[in-house]
């Protein structure tokens, strides 16, 4: 519930910055209707901007306006799945999410800022998707999950750990960005083979001695099955460690605005 709320009012208060409007065919040609403009208080509903969607100028108003729409449809979409769900009035969220320990720093700039593709192991037969070549069948159907739950990731980053003296390259970076976080995501399998499970406890060993927190810097996805890659366990894993870092205190509810 929590993820929900923030995901709606993220999208609620993002509305209310950026351009309004909508596109119509006129004559065969296409036009776009600027309704609101935050930078433009002039144009409102009644008085709106009327542009070629293909000339110079409207060629950029479309762009926003497209955003628009694609942003409106996400709000729409969570708030009737809100609405059906749980049939009581959303909470405002206060944002900035402030959270109660960040050690590395691991926000939005601290994504943006990362590389992905940096590990040098190429594999003999390697999985080919959209998301590139990756190492794994596992890997492309979490990536698969990561784009379907709208949670940007970068593959494969170099990281290397001071506690240890040792670099690795993490499965994904993912990115919370409605609350201004990420985390690295490690898939953990193949328990069969002794190699593996020594590396993996080496690497879950650093991870730890450098103060990364399972379920907060690091979220690692257990799969002890590998010929069965189990969708709902994944999705519960990351979507646990993103409620959990969002504090009750960031939401206010009805009953609570009512006694404020």
Not at 86 to 102: A, K, L, N, W
Request: hydrophobic content about 35%; glycine content about 4%; proline content about 5%.
């Amino acid at each position: 519930m929590k993820v929900h709320a923030v995901k709606l009012e993220y999208r609620r208060l993002e509305l209310e910055k950026i351009m309004h409007g909508h596109f119509r065919m006129r004559n065969g040609r296409k036009y776009v209707y600027v309704t609101y403009d935050p930078q433009n208080p002039k144009i409102d509903s009644r008085h709106s901007c009327k542009l070629l969607a293909d000339s110079r100028r409207g060629k950029n108003y479309a762009l926003a306006v497209s955003r628009f729409l694609e942003l409106r449809h996400e709000y729409l979409t969570l708030l009737n799945e809100w609405n059906t769900r749980y049939g009581v009035t959303p909470p405002r969220v206060i944002f900035p999410i402030i959270q109660f320990s960040d050690p590395h720093k691991m926000n939005n700039e601290y994504y943006n800022r990362a590389v992905g593709q940096q590990g040098k192991y190429k594999p003999d037969n390697p999985t080919v998707s959209e998301h590139g070549e990756l190492k794994s069948k596992n890997e492309q159907m979490g990536a698969d999950l990561l784009k379907l739950m709208d949670i940007p990731f970068k593959y494969e980053l170099e990281l290397a750990f001071i506690n240890t003296d040792e670099k690795i390259n993490p499965d994904y970076l993912i990115n919370f960005y409605e609350i201004d976080r990420c985390s690295y995501l490690e898939i953990l399998g193949m328990n069969d083979r002794a190699d593996y499970s020594i590396r993996a406890a080496t690497k879950i060993n650093s991870f730890s001695k450098d103060v990364y927190r399972p379920g907060r810097e690091v979220i690692y996805v257990h799969l002890y099955d590998k010929a069965n890659f189990d969708e709902v366990y994944f999705v519960s894993q990351i979507m646990a460690a993103f409620d959990s870092m969002i504090p009750d205190s960031a939401l206010i509810w009805e009953s609570q605005k009512e006694v404020g």
